[in-house]
Structures are given as structure tokens and as C-alpha cells.
């Protein structure tokens, strides 16, 4: 069988195919490394707020330890026991 030469055309339009193609493929490896980020950040995320809720827990505490059970006005800083 006989080697065929391809047209310029032809060639072009390959050319352009596989251009469109690595485009295709470097953009979408770039919204995986964006995806890869933000669960990095989700999951920073999540460990902060686990970190705010124990934090808040021990505040509780010490507060419940101090004044009792009750409500905490934050406008006028008053405690409100529970009746």
C-alpha cells in the first residue's frame, strides 16, 4: 500500500482538532486543581469551626460555672438566670 500525503487543508483542520483538543484538556485539568483547592479549603474550613464549637463549649462552661444556667443579654451585659 502506498503512502498518501495530506492536503494543506487537511492538515490544517488535524492541526486544528488536536489544538482544540489539548486546549480542552489543559482547561479542564486547571478546573480539577480548582476543585482540588477549594476542598482544601472547605475541609480548613470545617476544622475551624469544629475548633470555634469547642471553644464556645468551654465558654459556656466556665460561664454556667460562674452565674449558673440563664441567658446572656449581650446589648446591656446582663446574665439571666433561668427561673
Keep these: 500500500?502506498?503512502?498518501k500525503v495530506l492536503t494543506q487543508v487537511?492538515?490544517?483542520s488535524v492541526t486544528k482538532l488536536r489544538e482544540e483538543f489539548n486546549n480542552l484538556t489543559f482547561?479542564?485539568?486547571?478546573?480539577?486543581?480548582?476543585?482540588?483547592n477549594l476542598n482544601l479549603q472547605k475541609?480548613?474550613?470545617?476544622?475551624?469551626?469544629?475548633k470555634l464549637q469547642q471553644g464556645e463549649l468551654v465558654v459556656i462552661q466556665e460561664?454556667?460555672?460562674?452565674?449558673?444556667?440563664?441567658t446572656i443579654?449581650?446589648?446591656?451585659?446582663?446574665?439571666?438566670p433561668n427561673s
Design 1 to 3: 500500500m502506498e503512502n
Design 10 to 12: 487537511e492538515i490544517k
Design 27 to 36: 482547561a479542564s485539568g486547571e478546573i480539577e486543581m480548582q476543585i482540588l
Design 43 to 50: 475541609e480548613k474550613i470545617k476544622t475551624d469551626f469544629s
Design 63 to 70: 460561664l454556667e460555672n460562674k452565674y449558673g444556667k440563664g
Design 73 to 80: 443579654s449581650l446589648e446591656t451585659g446582663e446574665f439571666i
